[in-house]
């Protein structure tokens, strides 16, 4: 090997230090900045067995998906958004643009906008300015509430309508930050081409803040119609008059122009397999009507009308809220429908994880997660209120207490959430224990074939490593919990949604009320655990998040989701968590570029790193790919990529890069690794391989442990690596070395 060689490393999701990537005490940075940067050892510190012409490079980009304790925090309030977004990425493959699965998705993520502000207008607007202000009881000992109580109504109602928009200027704030600081990155043209399919291959694939600029436009003005419609809705009620009436008309016009430019493509179709630009016609206009709209109705609103007490629940809110569940489950149902319809035309379903409904199963995730926050927030707020008493409609309010009523709606989601809780988690149970016979016979074959006659001081260590490779393929196991999910998520919706006509649980629980007590003390105590546990699950994904900031093992586990549900850019929901691939794929795609104007570049990826590299190998042109050799380890590209998006990362996709840069690419892989697995071979040792060569021949497994006995020089037998590390593994150093061989010099 005459000419020089680079081996570019990229770590996985458990954001990796630069040190510990090279295996290298002293680094420096040679490019980047520090939310993503190019490192290499520092010359003259440490000794390297190594050749001069075979260098090392790491890329780290771990900052761009961790941070601060608050940082993970506010990312985690966003995981609603972040789901449904994936929604559209996990769709089945037909060789098209997807059909009606994104317009649908793009409904579904408006309607959690106007779900999230509908909670704080449930905690701000009608819990605290229209049941608790007016009532002594309610802010007695309550300097902080007891100043809105002296307003009259309106500009009570008024000044805390406020706050639903700070919230969701925030959300703007978020978007904004995220977009100046991970995805500020030159990456080609704006727009993909109208009818076409998406692929990742396609220049500009990874820029899309035009995208992100005009849903966050949309999404605002969403938010806002909700906000006013809420204030002039109750205005209605309290004094109609023709002005509440017109203003109330073109708020549901503006919300109206929101559906249908959610329901247009984002981009202008062009001839030819160049991008065409993102329509932005029309975006101005519903920015200035939308603030227009909203100031009107803050001025309608301040003006007080020395209306009659107020009493129950502010008018048309809880109705409000029922009609946007209703709304939801349909849209809900028809994206079902349409990925039921789409799998059946795909090219092999089988191979699609969740059976091809992932994109369901994610919409109907992002729901669960929005109506646990958005019913322990109301709820906890509405026994913080009302000091201890939980409302509950088959309870009365204790005498002198301060009325209460948070929408039912929310009671019924916690309950539907409840069951859900309680059958994904029988059946997850059940299929871990229905497998294990099966998958500890599996480990037995594979630790037979690699350690065929151990010492018997070597037993307890032979027993941990069969453990270690049973527990690995769990994951292939929960399938039948996920899909429960989204029936019973499909089930909850709709029964919830019949409120609205008169036929759900509330006309139910009205006629158990009218019989035994004990049933109706029954559906109290139900709904109330469906209350805490709701609240316990989406305080336990805020602990998680604490415990991923501060544990790497937790990180490195949650990370798998996370980074999967961040990878993908943001055209679906512009306030999801940002898309830190936007950044670091051209980034990858320009300093390769760059190096193979020298010599050879060997892209080394670990676990989802091998995702960055097979994204940023796609967008390279052949000159640069002729150059270019992959070393993939730890991979979730077939396991999980090509199962869960097999429209973007299929087997097509995969078969499609391998022969771009020339079969030059090495995979290598665990059996005691419970996120990578085999790309192209069979995953059991010893079956033949799914293709034949070449792609039969990139993947090679290592053995792990390397041994179960205790080595003559050491006092521990060698560790199970599991996931990590693998550039440790002599057979690391043998791909890097063979792949350098077998790129061309010129």
């Not at 209460?404 to 916690?414: I, N, S």
Request: net charge positive; hydrophobic share 50%; with cysteine.
């Amino acid at each position: 090997m005459a000419h020089e060689v680079v081996e570019l490393r990229v770590h996985g999701v458990s954001g990796t230090s630069a040190e510990a990537l090279l295996d290298h005490p002293v680094v420096t940075r040679v490019a980047g900045d520090d939310h993503a940067g190019f490192y290499r050892p520092r010359p003259g510190f440490g000794d390297s067995d190594r050749p001069a012409e075979l260098r090392a490079e790491a890329y780290r980009w771990g900052a761009l998906t961790a941070g601060s304790a608050a940082r993970t925090l506010s990312l985690l309030f966003l995981l609603p958004f972040m789901l449904v977004n994936l929604a559209v990425w996990a769709r089945p493959p037909t060789g098209g643009a997807g059909g009606l699965i994104g317009p649908v998705s793009r409904l579904l993520a408006a309607t959690l906008t106007a779900a999230f502000v509908l909670s704080i207008v449930g905690v701000t607007v009608d819990l605290v300015g229209w049941q608790c202000a007016p009532y002594r009881p309610c802010v007695r000992g309550r300097p902080y509430l007891a100043w809105l109580a002296d307003l009259p109504l309106g500009p009570r109602l008024a000044v805390l309508a406020l706050l639903p928009i700070a919230a969701l200027r925030l959300l703007w704030w978020l978007g904004e930050r995220s977009s100046r600081v991970f995805e500020a990155f030159p990456a080609g043209g704006q727009g993909r081409s109208g009818g076409a399919e998406d692929r990742l291959d396609r220049p500009g694939f990874w820029n899309d803040a035009l995208v992100v600029q005009r849903l966050r436009a949309i999404h605002v003005a969403v938010g806002l119609g909700v906000l006013d419609a809420s204030l002039l809705g109750a205005q209605i009620h309290i004094y109609s008059t023709p002005i509440a009436h017109v203003l109330f008309v073109a708020v549901w016009v503006l919300l109206a122009a929101c559906v249908v430019l959610l329901c247009l493509p984002a981009r202008r179709p062009v001839d030819g397999p160049g991008r065409g630009p993102v329509d932005l016609r029309g975006i101005r206009a519903l920015r200035v009507t939308a603030n227009t709209l909203t100031v009107l109705a803050f001025g309608y609103t301040v003006v007080p009308l020395e209306p009659q007490p107020p009493h129950g629940q502010l008018p048309g809110y809880e109705g409000g809220v029922a009609a946007l569940v209703t709304v939801q489950a349909a849209l809900l149902a028809v994206l079902a429908a349409t990925t039921l319809h789409q799998r059946r035309r795909s090219h092999n379903p089988a191979a699609s994880w969740l059976s091809g409904l992932a994109a369901p199963v994610f919409a109907a995730a992002a729901f669960a997660a929005a109506y646990g926050y958005s019913a322990a927030l109301v709820y906890r707020v509405a026994d913080f209120l009302d000091r201890g008493e939980i409302p509950n409609p088959a309870r009365p309010n204790a005498p002198g207490a301060p009325p209460l009523e948070p929408p039912v709606t929310y009671r019924w989601a916690a309950l539907a959430g409840l069951v859900a809780v309680l059958f994904v988690a029988v059946t997850t149970v059940w299929r871990i224990a229905m497998t294990r016979r099966r998958r500890r016979r599996m480990a037995e074959e594979i630790v037979g074939r690699d350690f065929p006659e151990p010492p018997p001081e070597a037993l307890p260590r032979l027993a941990d490593v069969r453990a270690v490779v049973a527990r690995a393929g769990v994951a292939e196991q929960l399938n039948p919990a996920f899909l429960v999910f989204l029936v019973l998520s499909l089930l909850g919706v709709t029964v919830v949604a019949l409120d609205l006509f008169g036929i759900g649980p509330s006309s139910l629980s009205e006629r158990l009320a009218g019989t035994s007590g004990q049933a109706t003390m029954a559906l109290a105590l139900a709904t109330d655990a469906g209350i805490y546990v709701i609240g316990l699950v989406a305080l336990g994904i805020l602990v998680l998040g604490l415990l991923s900031y501060r544990s790497e093992e937790t990180r490195r586990t949650v990370a798998v989701i996370w980074d999967l549900g961040t990878f993908w850019p943001r055209t679906v929901h512009p306030f999801a968590p940002p898309c830190y691939a936007e950044r670091a794929v051209p980034e990858l795609a320009r300093r390769i570029t760059a190096l193979t104007g020298k010599g050879g570049v060997i892209i080394s990826g670990h676990s989802h790193g091998s995702v960055l590299a097979a994204a940023t190998l796609l967008q390279l042109p052949a000159d640069v790919l002729s150059r270019v050799a992959l070393l993939t380890h730890g991979s979730p590209l077939h396991r999980l990529y090509a199962r869960l998006c097999p429209a973007f990362l299929g087997d097509p996709t995969l078969h499609e890069l391998g022969e771009r840069i020339g079969w030059r690419w090495v995979n290598l892989w665990r059996d005691t690794d419970p996120i990578g697995g085999p790309i192209f071979s069979a995953h059991r040792p010893g079956d033949p391989p799914r293709a034949p060569a070449p792609a039969g021949t990139v993947d090679r497994r290592l053995r792990d442990p390397l041994d179960v006995a205790v080595p003559p020089d050491d006092t521990v037998p060698p560790p199970i690596n599991r996931h990590w590390p693998y550039h440790t593994d002599p057979m690391y150093e043998a791909a890097v070395r063979e792949l350098a061989g077998r790129l061309d010099p010129a």
